[in-house]
């Protein structure tokens, strides 16, 4: 029979998680109650929660009070549809995220699921501030993308994720519970990196309810995976948990001779050893053998045309595939150890030791040999490298709630830890070491020696800083403030393999960051706030008389509004922020500082950003959820000096980087009638022009790509189908051949994805 919630009249009859996207006041929780029928039930009202309406008479008020404890809004926990409350990415702590004065963007597990989004580019594609792609259809090789105009570092359970592009440990959507995208200067949490801002990915944890999953998909592109999900109790009383996730994927590149492959298993184990006290081990084995090409092609015949008229197709190959090879493999455990001592003091612990290695073998093209007006002949270099990663991270906090008058606190004191080491084997043909290729004959087999190596280095980077923080709430007032000194040091040994020459260099770096805000939150649930915030980071080299460069530094000022409506699933926000990177190298004004001969550099030269950033997620009925954003974008130098050498970046704009993206998704699942469990949705992404280099002088054209889903249901379709699951997916749609990027005005062009297709079908049992 019919359930109705106490706060409203929407029947509560999901069959499956994923239909129990229903609007819920912000303190009610989704109870399991008889054979998957749910029914709503109040729990501890939130901050800004109104008091709810006398409820109507039904059948559903004879139902005894419950008391509920709401576990399930926590910032690592399984996520329901698209809408999350909680994070611990802005500032270590459990915090709402209409409460954090700093822009946060989520992409949850359904959404990853929903839009069959495997690497970490395909899983941001619609989130504003964050250009993905950047290089096109070779994207499936690195997670290359910019937050807000720069490079982002990406973190894995809140520790940096180390790399480097030829042994890069990416992280499959599969392993993912969801994404924190935080935006701006993050160092007093995270220590050096850019002003873009991070990209923390949560792990899939074991959980009390368990979880069984079997899954397997086809598509266009020769596209196959198998994939498993399984995790359960140990025990009756569910203290010891664990969960196992692994994938078998391959497929085709949309570069002509190149493929993917890629297979993980990512074990791990949950004891609550108390009600007090969690500890999670957290592991991952994984390899690469393959991952499609890191090639590009020319700008005349891609984004510009030649006499003849031709152009290059988008699976067209500059390299060589007897020769071409990215062997990768990676391996890491941690855990994450959580212990609350009484009401006021808890602790935090993660930790994690990873290796990566990597074996990188490539062609590469560089520009036309011939040039006008033929364009027949493409210039390559051959290159090798082996390299290997040994990294070890350690993050621990000490948090406090408490009172002081009529202020609350929750602070924070912690301390971090990183230590990185990168061996590198590296050699480069002699004068290329690769023939030229005929583009209209070409020939993608020859016999290419691989180069002998030429230098081995060692690089070792540790960092580690000291940070504090409290959030002080005066009534619906909330302040920040916090504050980290990091100490940096970086060390750099190549030994010339030819004369057995060794040189080396090191640099030490200390640095304090800082950040403050202010947010209000009213009853209705809309927050306005301000913020500021900085980053650092070091950097290697030296100016005249061997004068080291300061760090680099970022600084932001945003301000924006934060809105989520009581009583339903949804979150609005709009941001308005200046950042700016200082400190960065240019040419030295004194014509006198010589370096090796040639003109010396400086630390003064400075990037800014000015933009805006409109995001809204929403669940309006049972059954829809939407995603819209917008992001304007202005990106310019803004302190210069290599006029003095012929070149004048000031008021000129990085090349790569969009003005304006805009991006909406929308998945609707019927609830009634004989369509019942049937699922559609579709997505549209704008991107707008880009320089193709710091000349600003070629642009690449804007673009909107259209996607689209199909899901079913099966067990809403026939019972004796229940657990079934059946997707198609299809990115552009239209199949629209683009050029995403250029990296410089002619040489290398990088065109964008073609139209992917995948079927998939998820057993859950």
Known sequence: MPCRSVFGDSLLFPSSIEQARMPLSSGARAL??????????????????????????????????VTVEDTAETATAPTVGY????????????????????????????????????????????????????????????????????????????????????????????????IDVLKGPSSVMYGQGGPGGIVNMISKRPTEDGVREIQFGLGNYSNRSLGFDYGDRLDKEGKLLFRVTGLAYAADGQIDHTKERRYFIAPSFTWKATPDTTLTVLANFQRDPDMGSYGAVPGVRSLYRAPDGYYLPSSFYDGDANFEKSDRKNASIGYQFDHRFNDTFS??????????????????????????????????????????????????????????????HTALVGFDYQRTETSTLSGSGVN?????????????????PVPAFTADALAKAFQSGLYVQDQMKFGRLTATLGGRYDWSTTSNTTRTIANNRVTSTGLKQEAFSGRASLLYLFDNGIAPYASYSESFEPQSGTGFNGQPFEPIRGKQNEI?????????????????????????????????????????????????????????????????SLIAGYSYSDNVYTKDNSAVAGVNLEGKTPGSLPTHQASAWARYQVQEGPLAGVGFGAGLRYVGSTYTSTSNLY?????????????????RVNPQLKGWNASLNISNLFDKTHVASCLGDFDWCYYGYQRAVKANVRYTF
């Not at 290329?432 to 290419?448: D, E, S, T, Y």
């Open 32 to 65: 399991a109650i008889a054979l998957s029928a749910w029914a709503a039930v109040a729990a501890a009202p939130a901050a800004h929660a109104q008091t709810a309406p006398p409820a109507t008479t039904n059948r559903a008020s004879t139902l005894p009070v």
């Open 83 to 178: 809408v999350v409350r909680n994070s611990s990415s802005g500032t270590k702590t459990d915090t709402p995220i209409v409460e954090t004065a700093q822009s946060i963007s989520t992409v949850t597990r359904d959404q990853i699921r929903e839009q069959n989004a495997q690497s970490l580019n395909q899983m941001l594609r619609y989130t504003p501030g964050v250009a993905v792609e950047t290089r096109g259809a070779t994207a499936t090789r690195l997670d290359q993308f910019t937050v807000r105009g720069f490079s982002a570092s990406s973190y894995l359970d809140g520790l940096r994720n180390p790399g480097s592009r030829d042994a890069l440990p990416q992280v499959d959507g599969y392993r993912l519970e969801r």
């Open 347 to 408: 602790f935090h612990q993660g930790l994690r030791y990873q290796k990566a290695e990597g074996i990188y073998r490539s062609i590469y093209s560089g520009g036309y040999a011939d040039g006008a007006p033929n364009y027949s002949l493409i210039r390559r270099s051959a290159i090798a490298t082996n390299v290997e990663i040994d990294a070890f991270t350690i993050d621990q906090n000490l948090q406090a709630k408490f009172a002081t008058g009529p202020l609350s």
């Open 432 to 448: 290329g070491g690769a023939p030229a290729l005929n583009v209209f004959r070409p020939n993608n087999f020859m016999q290419i």
């Open 560 to 624: 924006g509004v934060k809105y989520q409506p009581v009583g339903s699933r949804s979150l609005f926000t709009a941001a308005l922020y200046d950042v700016r990177r200082k400190n960065t190298t240019t040419t030295d004004p004194d014509p006198t500082h010589l370096c090796n001969g040639a003109r010396c550099n400086i630390a003064a030269g400075e990037v800014r950003t000015r933009g805006l950033e409109l995001e809204a997620r929403t669940e309006p009925v049972r059954g829809l």
């Open 699 to 715: 642009k690449t054209p804007s673009r909107v790509l259209v996607d689209a889903l199909l899901d079913v249901d099966l067990g």
